[in-house]
């Protein structure tokens, strides 16, 4: 039984995440995914939009997730550790090292591999999260403009 | 082999979606969801966020659908004579009328009950589209007032 794991914030899910998720899964047998809590977002990136038990529990409904799991704060290893995969799945964009990654599980005696997915080629426009966010906030300026035109 | 029947937007997934979908197969066997086109969104709500191909995508990845379809844009109805489910599951917020539906399916010699299940009390704060979108837009606003205020 082949475990692999993927990782990631799953803020406001989409298309992308699903294909992530789906190429991770075909590495193996069993998908274990990783989400990111608030504090590391926060740290990494920015506030989420959805809290962390939310973006959790998405991640759990899906059909290609077999396990999920919150990370920990301080030590992206600590969940590594207890989940042993034996493939890391790194989705196309995500910032992480593989020679870092795979020199810190040799520390710890894990003998993971590490396989840094490539981008879907037909991914929609509106299939990230920084998109989706984008348009809300073009559609609000949108509504305010028309509402200022309407008043003069 | 009951067959239920949900629908809605389902625009910017959350939990509260996720908890009136299986309070809905809870009713039966095998759960079909109808996901409002586009078309259909603007004229009953507003201009949809994420369009209807990812809307429903994402829907057919939760584990605990069975199938996802999209509905029709101009009958409602078309799509319940297509999918005959024995149960028409409505959310606890959702505009329809359940005496009006009755009376539509009977004219159309649908023997379908409608059940209007209950609102989730532990639902958290974010569980709604309109409050991730109300989110997204004070943080905006915060950001634009923080630089605002950098600026002077």
Redo the contacts between chains.
Sequence with gaps: MVKVMASGTFD????GH?YYLKEAKKLGDDLVVVVACDETVRKLKH?P???E??RL??VK????VDEAYLGYKDDMYSIVEEIKPDIIALGYDQIHNEKQIINELKKRNLNTKVIRLTKHVDM?D??GTRK??E???D??EFQKNMETIERQ
């Design positions: 406001l899910l989409h298309m699903i506030e939009v959805t809290p038990m939310m529990g998405l409904e899906l059909k290609v929609n509106i299939d989706i966010i348009k809300i906030i559609a609000y």
